[in-house]
Nanobody, 117 residues
Framework: QVQLVESGGGLVQAGGSLRLSCAAS????????IGWYRQAPGKQRELVAR???????SYADSVKGRFTISRDNAKNTVYLQMDSLSPEDTAVYYC???????????WGQGTQVTVSS
């Protein structure tokens, strides 16, 4: 089992920055894919950024150049640095982790990010 706890959401003005954190515990050794999804009101959940095995990083087109995902293995924590935020980034952000032993996808509780215009 993997447990994920997010922090760092909040209210920020357009153009501002926030950093989200996701602390993992449990079977962290078996995580081979970790990252962030978001879900805005009335919209489907979308993948924002991820780090896969061997450190391969990918981003949604809508956040490329503005968001940066990183991972501190010593702290079992993944971060999402969000810069140049716009109201379109307003959503609940969820950390997820895909593990292989035991196999499964695990989710954090979500953290609200609100960007005012």
């Amino acid at each position: 089992q993997v447990q994920l706890v997010e922090s760092g959401g909040g209210l920020v003005q357009a153009g501002g920055s926030l950093r989200l954190s996701c602390a993992a515990s449990g079977s962290t050794f078996s995580i081979n894919d970790i990252g962030w999804y978001r879900q805005a009101p009335g919209k489907q959940r979308e993948l924002v950024a991820r780090i896969r095995s061997r450190g391969v990083i990918s981003y949604a087109d809508s956040v490329k150049g503005r968001f940066t995902i990183s991972r501190d293995n010593a702290k079992n924590t993944v971060y999402l640095q969000m810069d140049s935020l716009s109201p379109e980034d307003t959503a609940v952000y969820y950390c997820y982790a895909r593990a292989v032993e035991p196999s499964g996808v695990y989710w954090g509780q979500g953290t609200q990010v609100t960007v005012s215009s």
